[in-house]
């Protein structure tokens, strides 16, 4: 027989807000109001913008989307980072389109939250199979957690990683993604030790450009709702970062690579996908975070992930618009 009960998803979101990170965060919260998923806690990444600010703006999304009792933890920064070159000319100086002042102000505070690979490492051993981790950021958090407790990422049921560039182009260096590129020491940790993983790389993501129209088709929905207003006021933002980089050539809009993440753990129909080992460049000069995979015919003793491929643009946007809309509905 088959059971009517329908198991939630519980995920933990490692996230470093951005405006890509604003859309997947809030189209999750429409996914755990309609009972598909639960989030069990936020770890704020170091990345787009500085840990404080990833902080804040991770905060301030739950709070809009009214899950504000959810932990958020505060991101590792690794000694290494100093220097590393944000994405703030992309997201904005706090990482959402400069908008936060227009956000709720939520209770957490940075100074007294926990750490991100603590909370990590205690939700995993607390619930050991049952946790996807959904990394949306550079995965300091997550390799710091493997190691200051090793085989600790072996617990997650799953960890859905957007990063990484294949057959695509990189976007930070001409063979790297920003997340892998961010840390790659960080990365290779993550991809040496778990071999559950799902890898949303800009091979796919190049394609998810989400337009000014799309924002217009939710906040129509109910143009009172101040998620809405404030989806149409980022996406503003966004367009005009990403037109300047040059990253849709030409068309207005932006890429919502973390969004698609959420595709794949919901609406995996809209997604194909090919098992492969993931190793990161750590060393090359030119290829310093590239992702890489042997696609020879040659046989394979291992793989550690499966990767994205190919996905249906036009009903992954169909499917997270009407989620957005129902996000928006009820909300003033
Ligand atoms: C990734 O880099 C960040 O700037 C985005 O938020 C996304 O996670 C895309 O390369
Ligand atoms: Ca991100």
Redesign the pocket.
């Known amino acids: 027989m088959i059971p009517n009960v329908i198991s939630k998803r519980k995920i933990i979101l490692d ?7 604003a859309f ?1 965060f809030l189209w999750l919260q429409s996914l755990a109001r309609q009972g598909f998923a639960e989030i069990v806690a936020v770890t704020a990444a170091d ?2 913008v500085a840990a404080q600010y990833t902080f804040a703006g991770a905060c301030k999304l739950l709070k809009l989307g009214g899950f504000d009792t959810v932990e958020v933890g505060r991101g590792v920064i690794n000694a290494r980072q100093g220097d590393r070159a944000d ?1 703030e000319a ?2 904005g100086a706090d990482g959402m389109g400069n908008l936060t002042h227009t956000l709720p102000t939520p209770e957490q505070s940075y100074d007294t939250a926990r750490l991100s690979d603590q909370i990590l490492i205690e939700a995993l051993k607390q619930a050991p199979g049952e946790l996807t981790l959904v990394a ?3 995965l300091t958090n997550l390799a710091a957690a493997e190691q200051a407790s090793p085989g600790v990422l072996q617990l997650a049921k799953e960890i859905v990683i ?2 990484g ?1 294949f057959s695509h182009a990189g ?2 260096t001409p063979e790297a ?4 590129a ?1 840390d790659p020491e960080a990365a290779q940790v993550v991809f040496s030790c778990c071999d559950r993983i799902v890898v949303i790389p ?1 091979d796919i ?1 190049s394609q998810l450009i989400f337009t000014p129209e799309h924002a217009q088709q939710i906040f129509q929905e109910n143009p009172n709702s101040s998620i809405a207003q404030f989806m149409v006021a980022l996406c503003q933002f966004m367009v005009k970062s990403t037109l300047a980089f040059r990253e849709t050539s030409g068309v207005p809009g932006f ?1 919502v ?2 969004a698609a993440t959420m595709a794949y753990l919901f609406y995996p129909e809209t997604l194909q996908f090919q098992r492969a080992q993931v190793e990161v460049e750590t060393a090359g000069q030119w290829t310093r975070g590239k992702t890489v995979i042997d696609r020879r015919h040659k046989a394979k003793l291992s793989a550690n992930a499966w990767i994205a491929t190919e996905v249906n643009a036009t009903s992954l946007f169909a499917i997270m618009i009407e989620d957005l809309k129902q996000l928006v509905a009820s909300n003033r």
Request: charged share 15%.
């Open positions: 996230t470093d807000p951005g405006g890509d990170d997947a990345g787009n994405a992309i997201h949306i950021g550079p957007m990063g560039a976007n930070v993604e920003f997340n892998i961010f800009l993501t890429l690579h973390d």
